[in-house]
């Protein structure tokens, strides 16, 4: 069964580094998401993006964030100077037009460490 | 901004026993419901939805009821079984053209005791 993935699954990295993380959604999927879950808390909506462009962002979603699909497979976030509240797990998730509108299949996810 | 809550971080039940997770909500723009299930270093998976305009949805041991009227949703599982040892999510979301985000709960450890 296709599957959502994401590298790499783990990410350490000094407070006012770059980093970007890789997605590459089912391939057949049209909508793309990125959320994260900072440790014991929930799950929080960042973006989302359709037709090469972003359809909305959360406040979380500020101007150090980035989202990009630079060919037809990989979605990645980019985020341009980490602070260390910046530390959560990041999902990827993506959505199929003609599956029920919800229906939004996850990657494992990257945690990220700023340190 | 506590828009779904879950208020059970946790909740042991005996194996082949019925489990009920609970979830309530606060916007009522939502009109679309599911439950998502999630194990340790994996990404939550989809388990069962309810749309806004139904109260009830069954899928094998899995049922979801919406109480739109007090705006509180619940997952059944009947009969329970150690393989569904997980943290359970609500999360719901509005019509928006297709782009809708998901609103998610805190979530709710499910251990099944064999």
């Known amino acids: 069964e296709p599957e959502v993935t994401q590298t790499p699954s783990h990410q350490v990295t000094q407070m006012g580094q770059e980093v970007i993380l890789h997605c590459v959604p089912i391939?057949?999927?049209?909508?793309f998401y990125w959320y994260r879950q900072i440790l014991g808390q929930k799950v929080e909506f960042l973006v989302s993006?359709?037709?090469?462009?972003?359809?909305?962002k959360s406040e979380i979603f500020d101007d150090q964030f980035s989202v990009e699909r630079p060919d037809g497979s990989n979605f990645t976030l980019k985020i341009r100077s980490t602070k260390l509240e910046d530390s959560a797990m990041y999902f990827c998730?993506?959505?199929?037009?003609?599956?029920?509108?919800?229906?939004?299949?996850f990657g494992p996810g990257t945690r990220l460490l700023v340190l | 901004d506590q828009q779904v809550k879950q208020n059970s971080p946790s909740l042991s039940v005996q194996e082949g026993r019925i489990s009920i997770l609970n979830c309530d909500y606060t916007?009522?723009?939502?009109?679309?419901f599911l439950w998502y299930k999630k194990y340790p270093a994996e990404g939550p998976t989809f388990l069962i939805s309810?749309?806004?305009?139904?109260d009830k949805n069954e899928d094998g041991r899995f049922t979801v009821f919406l109480n739109k009227s007090a705006k509180h949703l619940s997952l059944h599982i009947v009969p329970s079984q150690p393989g569904d040892s997980a943290v359970y999510f609500c999360?719901?979301?509005?019509?928006?053209?297709?782009?809708?985000?998901?609103?998610f709960g805190t979530g709710t450890r499910l251990t099944i005791i064999p």
């Open positions: 309810i749309s806004s305009i139904k």
């Open positions: 391939s057949n999927h049209l909508y």
């Open positions: 999360a719901a979301s509005v019509s928006n053209f297709g782009n809708e985000k998901l609103t």
């Open positions: 998730a993506s959505r199929n037009r003609d599956r029920r509108r919800e229906t939004q299949y």
């Open positions: 916007n009522s723009m939502f009109d679309y």
């Open positions: 993006f359709y037709n090469n462009e972003i359809s909305e």
